[in-house]
């Protein structure tokens, strides 16, 4: 019954790597997230994708970059990784608001990625 | 912009105890507000919401009414269990632009002993 999966629950890399977060949805959503949290901050969103090739920065895209090549697939990529970036990596999906489903506006995560730089 | 305040935990309290969780907002438009909760080693899942003022959001015992004139969506529940110990954040949706991205709050952590 898992709708929204993240490929790794636990990784961990070193300062200057390039990492890569991935997440897929089964659910053929339109929208996709990538949240990170943190202890006292809650969830930031990073960037999210209202459509496949479509990505728009959220409050914190800084040390960031995304890819949405398929509608169902949506990447988080830290170029060059850093101690700052550890971190629990949220994704999540929903449907656009304005549809009539009882579904809509609401979004399903994945189970986290967590993600330490040493 | 918009944002989110809620309660700092942690809140511990006894099984069978009364549970609030306070969760005020602030934005311009008309969101629709959320409460996820999140149990350990889990992603958050969500656990009630409600869409225009005076709306209530009930959910396994759980309740929440949108409160237009005081900007708040408090969590209640009458008598919690040792299973309902997890992180609880209060979110809002507002229905601008083509996604429904959400602000959450901190979260609170709740324990609930035995």
């Known amino acids: 019954d898992v709708k929204v999966t993240q490929s790794s629950r636990y990784l961990v890399k070193r300062t200057g790597e390039k990492v890569f977060l991935e997440c897929v949805q089964d659910?053929?959503?339109?929208?996709m997230f990538w949240y990170r949290q943190d202890p006292g901050l809650g969830l930031r969103l990073i960037y999210f994708?209202?459509?496949?090739?479509?990505?728009e920065k959220g409050d914190i895209p800084e040390g960031y970059s995304v890819s949405r090549e398929k509608k169902e697939r949506f990447s988080l990529i830290l170029e060059s990784a850093s101690t700052n970036q550890t971190s629990m990596y949220l994704c999540?999906?929903?449907?656009?608001?304005?549809?009539?489903?009882?579904?809509?506006?609401?979004?399903?995560f994945g189970a986290g990625s967590r993600l330490t730089v040493l | 912009g918009d944002s989110v305040t809620q309660m700092e935990g942690p809140v511990t309290l006894s099984e069978e105890a009364f549970l609030t969780i306070n969760c005020t907002y602030t934005?311009?438009?008309?969101?629709?507000l959320f409460w996820y909760v999140q149990y350990p080693g889990e992603g958050l899942q969500l656990l009630l919401k409600?869409?225009?003022?005076?709306d209530k959001g009930s959910n396994k015992g759980f309740e929440a009414t949108y409160r237009k004139e005081t900007t708040s969506f408090h969590l209640e529940k009458g008598s919690v269990q040792v299973s309902d110990s997890a992180v609880y954040f209060c979110?809002?949706?507002?229905?601008?632009?083509?996604?429904?991205?959400?602000?959450f709050g901190t979260g609170t952590l709740l324990a609930v002993q035995p």
């Open positions: 979110a809002l949706s507002d229905h601008r632009g083509a996604t429904n991205k959400l602000i």
């Open positions: 934005a311009t438009g008309y969101p629709s």
């Open positions: 409600a869409t225009k003022a005076d």
């Open positions: 999540a999906s929903s449907t656009p608001p304005g549809r009539p489903s009882s579904g809509a506006n609401v979004l399903t």
């Open positions: 994708s209202y459509d496949v090739k479509m990505k």
């Open positions: 659910m053929d959503h339109e929208n």
